[in-house]
């Protein structure tokens, strides 16, 4: 019996263009520029934002990323996501393609080409290419690649209605790995399509202590019944840069008195189910209510204060705060 196949075409250099430009009009991202150091430069053209198949970030996930936010034309706390970078880079024995100084430079470059003024600036830094073994091939040069798009956005009802949670089926991973902020996100990713095939919008991570872990890209926090925020330990999650500024801009908010006070612990599941306020903290979400969690309110169902106050000072100091970084646009 003879089956019919129809051939595969030998490509050529123009056709791969044409191919991989056609590929990008059918995607709604706009992707503004990307920085290659395997290219040695900025492209803004997005079909020319690829990497090597054999890049081991590719085929083994050895690689690392972070992403910072761009407000109004400024770059906020970029120090913060790059000291947490280099951390990530040292767990993963990656080593730096270049000084901090000069991947900070290559940043704020990459953004001024791009001439968007809002939006987030992700960037890896891989192991490199030139064999599909595990450990980096003979001579491998590691890569560092920056990306500025439009960000991450979630919906309006998250804020003013609050969302809904549950406590995802897949392990946490271990802490090392949690800590590390590698391209291996496959359980952040399970639990995210878990969740929303349950019809919430996102999933919680417990650690096997019973303690809660994060969210799948986003860190999670309380408020007490006696008014205290409370944080999980940054041991066995990832030391996300929101969490961390909303700690000290939350002091604020003991000062007013609308917090009794502020504490980094670990947080047993059955407490932070007494929770009066449940919040989500990160780069792209910045602070958003939960309001229920595995169908039972937290509270009294609403968004809290504390969560809407938290907002306020972080957008404030997304704005006008000492952590941002001007760019120099050439218009
Ligand atoms: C697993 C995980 N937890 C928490 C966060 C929050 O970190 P950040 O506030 O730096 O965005 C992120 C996002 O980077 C994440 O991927």
Request: glycine letters at 8%.
């Amino acid at each position: 019996m003879s089956a019919t196949t129809s051939p595969i075409s030998l490509l050529d250099t123009d056709q791969i263009l044409a191919a991989l430009r056609a590929l990008r009009g059918r995607q709604p991202v706009k992707y503004a520029a990307f920085y290659s150091s395997q290219l040695g430069g900025i492209v803004t053209d997005p079909a020319l934002m690829v990497i090597p198949f054999d890049d081991h970030m590719v085929h083994r996930g050895h690689g690392i990323f972070d992403t910072a936010g761009l407000v109004a034309g400024r770059i906020y706390d970029l120090d913060a996501h790059l000291d947490r970078f280099i951390r990530s880079a040292g767990h993963s024995k990656l080593t730096l393609p270049c000084p901090r100084e000069r991947m900070r430079e290559i940043i704020v470059q990459t953004v001024a080409a791009s001439g968007q003024r809002d939006g987030a600036i992700r960037y890896w830094m891989s192991s490199g290419p030139g064999s599909l073994e595990l450990s980096p091939a003979a001579g491998a040069e590691p890569g560092f690649f920056v990306m500025v798009f439009p960000g991450l956005s979630y919906p309006e009802r998250w804020y003013t209605d609050g969302l809904k949670v549950m406590t995802t089926t897949y392990p946490i991973k271990p802490s090392l790995y949690a800590i590390t902020k590698s391209t291996n996100y496959l359980p952040n990713v399970l639990m995210q399509m878990e969740a929303k095939a349950a019809g919430v919008d996102n999933g919680v991570f417990i650690d096997a202590n019973g303690h809660v872990g994060e969210s799948s890209n986003m860190n999670v926090a309380f408020v007490t019944a006696d008014g205290v925020l409370r944080h999980p330990k940054f041991d066995h999650i990832l030391a996300g840069c929101t969490s961390l500024r909303a700690l000290e801009l939350a002091q604020a908010l003991v000062t007013q008195g609308l917090l009794a006070g502020v504490e980094v612990c670990d947080i047993p599941v059955n407490d932070a189910r007494a929770a009066r306020e449940m919040l989500l903290l990160g780069s792209s979400v910045k602070v958003a209510p939960i309001v229920e969690w595995d169908r039972q309110p937290i509270g009294d169902g609403k968004p809290g204060p504390v969560a809407r106050a938290l907002l306020r000072l972080l957008e404030e100091d997304m704005r006008t705060g000492d952590r941002l970084i001007p760019v120099p646009y050439s218009a």
